[in-house]
C-alpha cells in the first residue's frame, strides 16, 4: 500500500486509492541530459494564475520532452516551515493556510500556494508542529518540496477506434 500511495501507475489510480494531491502539468527533460536524473516540471493552473511554477523532479527517463502529465505529491515527504524574508527559490512555494481542521495528534490542514491560488495542498500535519510554528489560519508558510516527493505519471489519451 504505502508504494502505491507514493508511486501510483497512473491518475485512476490515483484517484481510486483517494490520493488528495492530485495535480496536473507538464514535464519538461533537461536539456542537454545531465547525470542528475532530474527534469522540470511547470504545475499549471490555468484558471488563476498566468506562469506555470516549476519544480525539479526525479528524471526515470521514460517521459518525453514535453508531455502532459499528472502528478502526485508525497505529503510525508514535504516540510512546513514560517515563511522566510527571503522569496521562496527553488522547491519551495509560499502559501497561505487556508484551513486547520484538529484531529487530536494531527491536523488536516489545507495550502493554497500564492502563485497558484486556484490549486489546494492538503496535508496531515501535527498538531504540536503547529502550535510551534504558530501557525493559524491564515499564516504565510513555505511547502518545501524535495524532488522524491512528486512522482509523475503521463497523461494517457483515450484512443476512438
Same mark, same amino acid.
Given at each position: =500500500?504505502? %508504494?502505491v500511495f507514493a508511486s501510483p501507475r497512473n491518475a485512476r489510480v490515483a484517484e481510486l486509492v483517494g #490520493?488528495?494531491?492530485?495535480?496536473?502539468?507538464?514535464?519538461? %527533460?533537461?536539456?542537454p541530459l545531465d547525470a542528475t536524473g532530474s527534469g522540470r516540471l511547470a504545475w499549471h493552473d490555468v484558471a488563476a494564475a498566468p506562469a506555470p511554477v516549476l519544480l525539479q523532479v526525479p528524471d526515470k527517463g521514460r517521459l518525453d520532452d514535453g508531455i502532459a502529465v499528472s502528478w502526485v505529491l508525497s505529503g510525508e515527504l514535504v516540510d512546513i516551515t514560517v515563511a522566510a524574508d527571503a522569496p521562496a527559490a527553488g522547491n519551495t512555494l509560499r502559501c497561505t493556510l487556508s484551513e486547520v481542521l484538529p484531529?487530536?495528534? #494531527?491536523?488536516?490542514? *489545507?495550502? *493554497? =500556494?500564492?502563485?497558484l491560488p486556484g490549486q489546494r495542498v492538503t496535508l496531515n500535519l501535527s498538531s504540536a508542529a503547529l502550535r510551534q510554528l504558530g501557525a493559524v489560519t491564515g499564516a504565510a508558510l513555505d511547502l518545501h518540496i524535495p524532488p522524491q516527493a512528486v512522482h509523475v505519471m503521463p497523461v494517457r489519451q483515450n484512443q476512438a477506434g
Open positions: =500500500p504505502a %508504494r #490520493i488528495q494531491n492530485h495535480f496536473s502539468g507538464q514535464f519538461f %527533460r533537461n536539456q484531529l487530536g495528534e #494531527i491536523s488536516l490542514c *489545507t495550502l *493554497t =500556494p500564492l502563485a
